[in-house]
């Protein structure tokens, strides 16, 4: 049983002043809210070890990352991107209904690390689309938090 389901059960004990229980259960239920606003660890693009090709034409989807659940903000903040083989140029994009909404790092033909302060909506995602098609291989990791926005 969590703290917060053990507090809330307080508020269920039968001599306890009505106006007291509803004030406890409100109380109760603004400290989840909170607890829920803090951000949480959140992979957005991750594939496999055994890497993609870059061998695709200008903005091809090439690796689809995960959508930004409703209800949340994503903030990026460590983009990774390793080339096994070295050939053709990828980029990595927002992208939302299957659109590209912004390209954020473009001429990648290398490896590519770094940290950012991206901001996605929910419905959102990054993506590696092609740029220059090469017969080259890469992995990608790219992980952040998730915040959920809170509506007073």
Do not use: W
């Amino acid at each position: 049983m969590t703290t917060l389901s053990q507090i809330l059960s307080l508020s269920q004990l039968p001599n306890i002043n009505t106006t007291i229980s509803q004030d406890f259960k409100l109380a109760v239920n603004e400290l989840k809210n909170i607890v829920d606003s803090f951000p949480k660890p959140f992979v957005f693009l991750k594939t496999d070890n055994t890497g993609i090709s870059s061998n695709i034409n200008a903005d091809v989807l090439a690796v689809p990352g995960t959508p930004v659940p409703p209800g949340h903000k994503g903030l990026v903040e460590d983009f990774n991107l390793n080339f096994s083989t070295a050939a053709g140029t990828v980029q990595i994009v927002v992208m939302q209904n299957r659109q590209i909404v912004n390209r954020i790092v473009r001429n990648i033909n290398a490896d590519t690390s770094g940290i950012g302060k991206t901001v996605l909506d929910e419905g959102q995602y990054l993506a590696i689309v092609g740029q220059t098609a090469g017969a080259g291989q890469f992995t990608s990791y790219c992980s952040g938090v998730l915040v959920k926005q809170v509506i007073p």
